[in-house]
């Protein structure tokens, strides 16, 4: 049960280039997401999807693409790096229950440090 | 909107000893969680412990534990025995569950030195 992977762990783009970030998680979770995180300002929410097929916007989404196209994967798409872009991503997933219901934490990938020059 | 707001950019406690970490939410949803996330140098977001909203008892976890008022939306971490590899970034996070979606909102972070 290797838990969230992503890859890769490091990458630089120069602007304009794009790229892909993959997650995969291997626990058979509903709920992905994506997240960035920037110095002093914590973990903010780019995307997240609740099943295979669904996708939606958080709070930061300019810039992103994702889709879900099977349960266990959730891409990460930077269409045109900028170097607002760099940043450290973090993929996490979690099994959506709800807090009464018994629910479940949300795991985190070991992160993706990108640098957009 | 959720917000999350730790207050505290750095603290110090010095080996052995018991420190707090302060974290205040504000939130609509009556089904909700809260968390406290250390981060190391590794970037690894580890979870340390985690409190359910419906919960009245404080959640704990070998020397870590809580202070939960949810009247007060308070939800701070204590760590008794503090130890070197206590050293980290943590963050307090709230899980809210809005019909279909769930949506984990991040404080800044507090960072933590141990001393000897």
């Known amino acids: 049960n290797a838990g969230v992977t992503q890859t890769p762990k490091f990458q630089v783009l120069k602007t304009g280039q794009s790229m892909t970030l993959q997650c995969a998680q291997d626990?058979?979770?509903?709920?992905m997401s994506w997240y960035r995180q920037d110095p002093g300002m914590g973990l903010r929410l780019i995307h997240y999807?609740?099943?295979?097929?669904?996708?939606d916007q958080g709070e930061v989404p300019n810039g992103y693409n994702v889709s879900r196209s099977t349960t266990e994967d959730f891409p990460l798409r930077l269409l045109s790096a900028a170097p607002s872009q760099t940043s450290v991503y973090f993929c996490?997933?979690?099994?959506?229950?709800?807090?009464?219901?018994?629910?479940?934490?949300?795991?985190f990938g070991p992160g993706t440090r990108l640098t957009v020059l | 909107a959720q917000t999350v707001t730790q207050s505290q950019p750095e603290m110090s406690v010095q080996e052995a000893e018991t420190v707090t970490l302060s974290c205040t939410y504000d939130?609509?949803?009556?089904?909700?969680?809260l968390f406290w996330y250390k981060q190391p140098p590794s970037r690894q977001m580890i979870l340390v412990i985690r409190?359910?909203?419906?919960?009245?008892q404080n959640a704990t976890e070998n020397r870590f534990s809580v202070n939960f008022q949810k009247a007060a939306k308070s939800f701070s971490l204590k760590i008794s025995d503090s130890q070197l590899g206590d050293a980290a970034m943590y963050f307090c996070?709230?899980?809210?569950?809005?019909?279909?979606?769930?949506?984990?909102?991040f404080g800044t972070g507090t960072r933590l030195q141990v001393t000897l």
């Open positions: 996490a997933s979690t099994s959506h229950r709800r807090a009464s219901e018994g629910g479940d934490t949300q795991y």
């Open positions: 626990m058979n979770h509903e709920y």
């Open positions: 999807s609740v099943g295979a097929g669904i996708t």
């Open positions: 939130t609509s949803e009556s089904d909700y969680y």
């Open positions: 409190q359910e909203a419906y919960k009245q």
């Open positions: 996070a709230n899980l809210d569950y809005t019909g279909t979606a769930s949506k984990l909102t």
